[in-house]
C-alpha cells in the first residue's frame, strides 16, 4: 500500500509549543520512515496519549528526536505488532549531560497483527475523522 502513497507520515511536531496535547488519533497505513507520531527539533511540553498506531511497518510508530527535550510524554497509545517491530527512535540522550527523564514513552499496548484491540483503542479508531 506504501508503493502507491506519497512518502508521508503522520503526527509531525516541530519545537516546544507549551500545554500542546496530540490524543485520540488513529494513524494507520503510515509511510514515512521517520514515524507516525514524530516530535522533532526541540518539540517539547507535548502530552500524546490515546493514539492507535496500526498496520505502518514501514514507519517508526514514534519517534522523538530533540536534544535538550522540554519534557515529553507518550503514553496510554495502543500500537500493532506489524507497526512496533521497528519500536521507537528516541534520541533524547545527545549532548554533554544526556536527560532520558524528560523523553518518555509510558504505558504502551502492543497488540497482535490479527486484531485483538482492546475497548479504548477500538473506541479511539471509531471516533477518529477521516
Known amino acids: 500500500m506504501c508503493g502507491e502513497l506519497v512518502d508521508g507520515g503522520g503526527i509531525y511536531t516541530l519545537g516546544p509549543q507549551p500545554n500542546s496535547r496530540v490524543f ?6 503510515q509511510c514515512g520512515m521517520y514515524g507516525a507520531l514524530y516530535h522533532d527539533g526541540n518539540s517539547g511540553f507535548f502530552n ?10 514501514k514507519a517508526l510508530w514514534l519517534s522523538i528526536n530533540t536534544c535538550k527535550p522540554p ?5 496510554d497509545c495502543y500500537v500493532d505488532v506489524a507497526s512496533f517491530h521497528n519500536e521507537t527512535m528516541m534520541n533524547c540522550a ?4 544526556p536527560n532520558m527523564s524528560r523523553c518518555m514513552a509510558t504505558n504502551i499496548t502492543v497488540v ?11 473506541d479511539i479508531m471509531e471516533a477518529a475523522g477521516p
Open 71 to 75: 519534557p515529553i510524554s507518550v503514553y
Open 48 to 57: 500524546t496519549y490515546e493514539n492507535v498506531i496500526a498496520v505502518s511497518p
Open 94 to 97: 545527545c549532548g554533554p549531560v
Open 112 to 122: 497482535p497483527d490479527s486484531g485483538g484491540w482492546p475497548a479504548a483503542a477500538k
Open 24 to 29: 485520540r488519533n488513529y494513524l494507520h497505513h
